[in-house]
């Protein structure tokens, strides 16, 4: 780890705090003191895609929280650990609780989505809006992206994982994640590389990816917090992202959801990084006109 990463992922670090949930030592980012808005990350990253989000959203007079999934970031990554969505929505739930949040304004991005779909199922009283970011709303059918096939098979992905480096993430980093990789500090970028694999050299990470849950019956309970609901539904997507294109998976969150019009935004999938601005107005606005 360069000296220069190393201090971008204590900063990191040190901007959030650690909560006990169930036993497992869970970090968090939580700015602000308005309404909640919880702000699930994906793979292969945590809280630290939202570090511009929750000040933005802070700014703005709303309590932004994102909270590292157990396996990622800075988070416990225990080996007897169920890494499916399901769990994975009951250990949000949890999360909640101990950080004293009831109501909450919810976030979704990458299989963020189809956990925070589950959260929202089980808990429709307490949730008070909902954006979606980049992801996936037919789960039962969906098919992972090239980039990301790799990570499904023994050895294959242990192989996968360990070629992730400071010199080839950037050259993914810019394929993928976002549109104009200039204006991001290479620090930054190289800091997915060490929080992806920290203490168990990403092994927790290769549990989740195969892992995914894509059965009928909680594809049907995804959908309970998507379509005829009582609280507003919005989707932002980074329009030019390559893995979950606006094509096919936008056309998706029309067909599942609530949703009327897509929200065009000049980014790739981590359009947090880009334009995150533009994802705290939209938010706020949700928020205040609900």
Request: charged residues 25%; proline residues 4%.
């Amino acid at each position: 780890m360069s000296v220069k990463v190393k201090e971008v992922i204590q900063q990191h670090e040190n901007n959030g705090k650690y909560v006990d949930v169930d036993g497992i030592k869970t970090f968090a980012l939580d700015y602000g003191t308005g309404e909640a808005v919880l702000c699930i990350h994906g793979v292969p990253t945590s809280s630290f895609l939202y570090r511009k989000v929750i000040p933005s959203l802070a700014e703005k007079g709303l309590r932004g929280i994102s909270i590292d999934l157990p396996g990622l970031g800075f988070s416990d990554r225990p080996s007897d650990f169920n890494y499916e969505f399901e769990n994975f929505a009951d250990f949000l739930t949890k999360a909640l609780s101990v950080l004293k949040i009831d109501k909450f304004h919810l976030v979704v991005h990458d299989i963020g989505g189809p956990i925070g779909f589950a959260l929202a199922a089980k808990n429709l009283e307490k949730v008070q809006s909902l954006t979606i970011l980049n992801t996936m709303v037919d789960i039962e059918n969906f098919k992972k992206p090239l980039v990301m096939r790799p990570f499904e098979k023994k050895v294959l992905g242990e192989a996968e994982l360990k070629s992730i480096s400071h010199l080839t993430w950037p050259i993914m980093f810019g394929n993928t994640a976002v549109s104009n990789m200039e204006k991001i500090p290479r620090e930054e970028i190289n800091a997915y590389v060490d929080l992806l694999k920290r203490n168990d050299s990403g092994k927790a990470f290769l549990k989740i990816m195969r892992n995914f849950t894509q059965t009928h019956k909680f594809q049907a309970m995804c959908l309970k917090a998507l379509k005829n609901v009582d609280y507003p539904v919005q989707a932002i997507w980074g329009k030019d992202d390559p893995a979950l294109g606006i094509e096919k998976y936008g056309n998706d969150v029309l067909k599942y959801t609530d949703v009327t019009e897509i929200q065009k935004l000049d980014s790739r999938h981590f359009l947090q990084e880009e334009v995150y601005k533009n994802i705290a107005e939209k938010i706020y606005n949700l928020v205040k006109n609900q």
